[in-house]
C-alpha cells in the first residue's frame, strides 16, 4: 500500500471514528503492537464487498525494509475468505510461473482443504458452473469459462506437494492425498508428474526420507529453488491450517520434531490425534517459505489465535503457530471473525 494511500485510509478512519468505533479500535493494544497495524481495507459494512476483510493489518520488514513480513485478514464469513483466499492464490501462480515457469505449493490437509473444496462447487451469479483447484471469481457478473479468466491459471506450470501427510494408503480416507485429489486436483489439468505424493508402501520413516530425496532432486533440477537466507528448499506458497492447540502441518505443541533443524523432512509415530504415524515438513523448510497463507477460521481456534497474535510470548511455551516466521517471506493470515473472537475483547 502506497504512503498516500495509507494516509488516506489514515484520515477516512479518524473521521468515521467520530461517528462509530473503527475496527482497529476492536482489537486489543496487545494485538495492534503486535502486528504494528497499519489500515490496509476498512470500509463500511453496507458499502463492502464480501471479499474485502472487515479488517486488516500488516507489519513491516525489519530494518525498515518495505515488504510486510506479516499480515491478519478477517472476513465476514468462510466463504469469503475461501474466494479471497483463491485470488490470492491465483496472483502468486502467475508471479511465480512469469518469473522462473514454476509455482510450486505445499499443502496441508484437515479443516484446510475442507474449506475449499466449497470452490469447485460454486456458481457465479449467472448460474455458470467451473470446477477447479482455487479458480478465482473476479467479478460476479463475468463469466469463469470466458477469456481471459480461465487462462488465468496456467496448470501445466504448477507443482504440488504435502507439507505432511498421514502414513497411510492413498486411498484411506485419512489421506490428505485423497483429500486433496477428491476435493481439487483431480478437477483440473495438472500433469499427475508433478502432484508429488507420498510412497505409502514404505514406514514413516522411510517415506519421510524419501520425500526429502524427492525435494532435493527437484531443487537440482531447478524446480524447487533454495532460500539464499536459511539454504533449505523455498516454496512459492505453503497453504497451511492450524489445530485448535496451536499445530501447524504435523508439528505439534512440545513434541521433539519442532526442534528438527538439520532435517527437510521428518515423521512422527505418535501424533496427538490419529492417524498416529505422519510424516511433516520440519520448520527450517516451513519458514523458508516465499508466502504461507495461515487459514484459521472457527471459534475453537480462538484460544490458540489469542496466543499467537498478543505479544506475551515466551521461549518457553511457544505453540507451533507462535514458530512460524519466514526469514525472507510474507505470512498471511486468513481468518474469520470467530477465529479472532478473543481479540475483540478488551
Request: contains cysteine.
Amino acid at each position: 500500500m502506497s504512503t498516500s494511500a495509507a494516509a488516506a485510509s489514515s484520515t477516512s478512519l479518524s473521521s468515521a471514528s467520530r461517528r462509530r468505533s473503527s475496527p482497529a479500535s476492536r482489537v486489543p493494544a496487545t494485538i495492534r503492537r503486535s502486528l504494528t497495524p497499519q489500515i490496509l481495507s476498512s470500509p463500511s459494512s453496507s458499502s463492502r464487498s464480501p471479499l474485502v476483510p472487515v479488517y486488516a493489518t500488516s507489519s513491516p520488514a525489519a530494518a525498515g525494509g518495505a515488504t510486510s513480513r506479516k499480515k491478519l485478514l478477517i472476513f465476514d464469513a468462510e466463504e469469503y475468505l475461501a474466494e479471497s483466499l483463491a485470488k490470492y492464490t491465483v496472483r502468486l501462480s502467475e508471479k511465480s510461473t512469469a518469473e522462473r515457469g514454476a509455482f510450486t505449493v505445499a499443502l496441508s490437509g484437515g479443516s484446510l482443504i475442507k474449506a475449499l473444496r466449497f470452490l469447485s462447487l460454486h456458481k457465479t451469479a449467472s448460474s455458470l458452473f467451473l470446477s477447479g483447484i482455487w479458480i478465482i471469481i473476479f467479478g460476479f457478473r463475468r463469466k469463469l469459462a470466458e477469456p481471459p479468466y480461465l487462462e488465468a491459471v496456467d496448470w501445466s506450470k504448477w507443482h504440488v506437494f504435502w507439507a505432511d501427510e498421514r502414513v497411510v494408503l492413498k486411498d484411506h480416507a485419512d489421506s490428505n492425498y485423497k483429500l486433496a485429489m477428491d476435493g481439487l486436483l483431480s478437477k483440473v489439468p495438472i500433469p499427475a508428474s508433478q502432484i508429488y505424493a507420498i510412497n505409502d508402501a514404505l514406514s514413516a520413516e522411510g517415506a519421510a526420507d524419501d520425500y526429502e530425496t524427492c525435494l532435493k532432486q527437484l531443487v537440482t533440477n531447478g524446480v524447487i529453488t533454495m532460500s539464499q537466507a536459511t539454504g533449505f528448499p523455498k516454496f512459492d506458497l505453503m497453504l497451511l491450517g492450524m489445530g485448535p492447540d496451536g499445530h501447524v502441518a504435523s508439528l505439534f505443541p512440545g513434541h521433539p520434531v519442532v526442534n528438527e533443524n538439520q532435517k527437510w523432512v521428518s515423521y512422527i509415530k505418535d501424533s496427538p490425534k490419529p492417524p498416529p504415524e505422519r510424516i511433516t515438513f520440519t520448520f527450517p523448510v516451513v519458514n523458508s517459505s516465499a508466502q504461507i497463507a495461515l487459514v484459521v477460521t472457527g471459534a475453537g481456534k480462538a484460544g490458540a489465535v489469542h496466543k499467537a497474535l498478543t505479544n506475551k510470548q515466551s521461549s518457553s511455551d511457544l505453540l507451533p503457530v507462535e514458530m512460524v516466521s519466514l526469514q525472507d517471506g510474507v505470512l498471511t493470515w486468513f481468518t474469520d471473525k470467530p477465529a479472532v473472537s478473543m481479540l475483540s475483547r478488551i
